[in-house]
């Protein structure tokens, strides 16, 4: 019989990633020096998960460079070895590699085997205490004959192997187990068929069979553990050196080391920790993976419950309408029912919506959690001492908008760390603690979620920036900027004030495009900055990109949908307030406040239904800290709609950020408020050219 493992191997990708990022965020916990037995078992349990699957599913390159990690980090947990930087820096760049290897393999591309080879002359050199890091503790004498036994002599090993009765119930195959040996060298195998019950009494999913495998060769007793690892407390095993001068006493100190060392109970029980290293048939909620296009999430089954209910009442609704249309007569009555039962199945169907949107929002610490590593590596290479704070981590964020706002994140956190905080040496100069520190920070506000990237350092030279920016001709000679719209300029494309250039930024491609991919979420990115004290990034997101609650305008014969969360206000125009500036558009006075004028119907170059502007309506949204009032015909409703990309159906185009179907099969197009706020700083003269074709 076929036994399909593709979904197991799925699954153990899956859970193998999220391995990979717990072992990395304990390796930056770890305290050097103190060896924190809580996290290095943690760190081990990962390691020893991750090796057992690989070897399970046959990918023996994972296992074998695996396995030197777990060897160095037993060793940590028992005492024999002391916990250094360097060590750390090691095992972290091997997670890295580790991760490479798997994505590889899902991905069913070529292995970088020099890369591979590379850390792990690193690793072995540690473990030989060649890389400046020594064993706290030697051998014992007395263990001596035990380690002369470990290669078997250059003769073989037997191996007394019986599996117990629930063995093959976990999905673990003897078969597999004795081919990988074979693999090892010249094997024989005989059965032991005397615990077979009679027929009528057999169970096809025990196990009653055990075996004596004779294992010939030069074969180190590790390699021959290591293919057992997996079900060792699933059988019991006995494995003793074919040397014919090994004495009997040797071999029975030997197999009692086998059979019940306490290393042999530590790493059962962390097997019994670890589950998901075992393909069991139990239900799993689905998992996420940590890829940028994940194809899976977690749902908690709380949301999940809630689903259900909705989806009960839903029928119950359904059932009650579906019961009017048989009746026979229709009157009144049947009227104010059939009333009812439409509000009550819009009621269900806006909180089945909430409920579904709710499964779709994840904490946005599965972004935050890359950053640690981010911060330990380059302040290490730049040389700074830099603490990173991260608050607000449980607060939730639609997954298709968190899977496109990490690299925005990280552009903005390396820059941060290499423009903002200073050098140890000048910030004491400074009287500032030679560890600076980086805040991110994220939580609800409206309808949108913000996110703050907050550092202590110079902050933005902004006399430099002007000088740079007057010089690149993005700014007059005579133009008189505010402190908001200078710091504004180094989201510019190509701006860049850094002397000299490097690898980690000062190439100008990176702030426009920070500004370019969070405005293609809909969001908004602004900066606060004070000369030597630091500076603030706020990154202002929606929740979703599927669903926004939008207010439906006229404008001629067309409807737009302007996004409810951009609107301050709606007033009608009083033309004693409409003022003209030369060069630029009109300004509306709006309390000692001087707000542009966006004339839609010449922005989309629409005949609008007045002709007087006092006959019209302005729409005061704001964006990116800057207002600017829409002139529109009328206000028709506020409504929830579904945002479908133009861009995908259609090409991107200036002022409109997507559209939507309304209830009466027509099209809607949903404006993009920083979109008309650029095309009001070029004067208004801006056509968006698709749509006036």
């Known amino acids: 019989m076929s036994f399909d493992m593709s979904q197991f191997l799925a699954t153990f990708y899956e859970e193998s990633f999220e391995g990979l990022d717990i072992m990395e965020t304990e390796l930056l916990a770890l305290d050097v020096g103190q060896a924190d037995l809580e996290t290095i078992n943690t760190i081990f349990r990962a390691a020893h998960s991750i090796k057992g699957g690989s070897g399970t599913f046959g990918l023996n390159d994972v296992a074998n460079f695996t396995h030197v990690m777990e060897t160095l980090l037993d060793e940590m947990r028992d005492g024999k070895r002391e916990v250094t930087q360097h060590a750390v820096n090691i095992l972290l760049e091997s997670v890295d590699v580790l991760r490479e290897m798997l994505s590889s393999l899902q991905a069913e591309e070529a292995l970088d085997n020099e890369r591979i080879a590379e850390v792990k002359l690193k690793l072995?050199?540690?473990?030989?205490?060649?890389?400046?890091?020594?064993?706290?503790?030697?051998?014992?004498?007395?263990?001596?004959?035990?380690?002369?036994?470990e290669s078997g002599a250059g003769k073989g090993w037997l191996i007394h192997f019986k599996p117990h009765a629930e063995m093959l119930q976990t999905g673990n195959d003897p078969v597999r187990m004795f081919r990988e040996l074979a693999t090892l060298g010249e094997l024989e195998t005989e059965v032991d068929t005397s615990g077979l019950p009679d027929f009528l009494l057999m169970e096809p999913e025990s196990s009653v069979l055990s075996w004596t495998l004779t294992l010939k060769g030069d074969v180190e007793k590790s390699a021959i553990e290591e293919v057992f690892d997996w079900v060792e407390d699933e059988c019991d095993l006995e494995i003793t050196p074919l040397a014919a001068e090994v004495s009997a006493s040797a071999a029975e100190t030997e197999k009692g080391e086998t059979t019940a060392s306490p290393a042999a109970a530590e790493e059962t029980a962390a097997v019994a920790e670890t589950p998901v290293t075992k393909p069991k048939p139990a239900a799993k909620t689905a998992k996420r993976k940590p890829s940028t296009e994940s194809s899976s999430i977690r749902v908690s089954i709380d949301k999940v419950d809630e689903l259900i209910n909705m989806v009960g009442e839903l029928v119950i609704t359904q059932s009650m309408l579906s019961q009017l249309g048989e009746e026979e007569e229709f009157g009144e009555e049947q009227l104010?029912?059939?009333?009812?039962?439409?509000?009550?199945?819009?009621?269900n169907t806006r909180e089945m919506q909430e409920n579904v949107m709710r499964i779709r929002m994840l904490p946005i610490s599965f972004v935050f959690q890359r950053f640690p590593r981010l911060v330990h590596d380059l302040s290490e290479k730049l040389g700074k001492k830099i603490e990173l704070k991260l608050s607000g981590e449980s607060t939730e964020l639609d997954k298709t908008v968190m899977e496109k706002i990490g690299d925005p994140l990280v552009h903005l956190v390396r820059n941060s760390l290499d423009h903002g905080i200073e050098a140890p040496e000048d910030r004491l100069a400074k009287g500032k603690p030679e560890t600076g520190e980086i805040h991110l920070n994220a939580y609800h506000e409206g309808g949108n979620i913000i996110i703050e990237i907050t550092d202590d350092g110079a902050g933005l030279n902004l006399e430099k920036i002007l000088a740079k920016g007057k010089s690149s001709g993005l700014v007059g000679e005579n133009d008189k900027l505010s402190d908001e719209e200078i710091a504004d300029l180094i989201f510019q494309p190509g701006f860049s004030t850094a002397d000299v250039v490097s690898d980690v930024s000062g190439r100008g491609v990176g702030m426009d495009v920070v500004r370019r991919n969070i405005r293609a979420l809909g969001g908004t990115v602004e900066v606060a900055t004070r000369a030597g004290t630091g500076s603030t990034f706020t990154i202002r997101l929606p929740l979703t990109l599927a669903i926004l609650d939008g207010q439906s305008v006229s404008l001629g014969e067309e409807i737009y949908i302007v996004p409810l969360v951009s609107i301050i206000e709606s007033i009608q125009v009083d033309s004693s307030l409409v003022n003209r500036v030369t060069g630029q558009a009109d300004v509306y006075r709006l309390r000692d406040e001087y707000i542009p004028i966006v004339r839609l119907c010449d922005v989309f170059n629409i005949k609008p239904s007045y002709d007087n502007i006092e006959e019209g309506l302005l729409v005061v949204v704001e964006a990116e800290g800057k207002k600017v009032a829409l002139l529109v015909d009328d206000l028709l409703g506020q409504q929830q709609v579904v945002i479908k990309s133009l861009e995908t159906n259609f090409k991107s185009v200036e002022g409109i950020s997507g559209a939507t179907i309304l209830g009466d099969g027509t099209v809607a197009l949903i404006l993009d408020v920083s979109g008309l706020i650029a095309i009001s700083r070029n004067h208004g003269r801006t056509k968006t050219s698709a749509v006036a074709a």
Do not use: H, I, Y
Not at 336 to 347: A, C, F, P, S, V
């Open 124 to 149: 072995d050199n540690l473990l030989a205490g060649t890389e400046g890091t020594e064993a706290v503790t030697t051998a014992p004498v007395e263990n001596q004959t035990a380690d002369v036994n």
């Open 336 to 347: 104010e029912k059939l009333k009812n039962g439409l509000m009550q199945l819009e009621r």
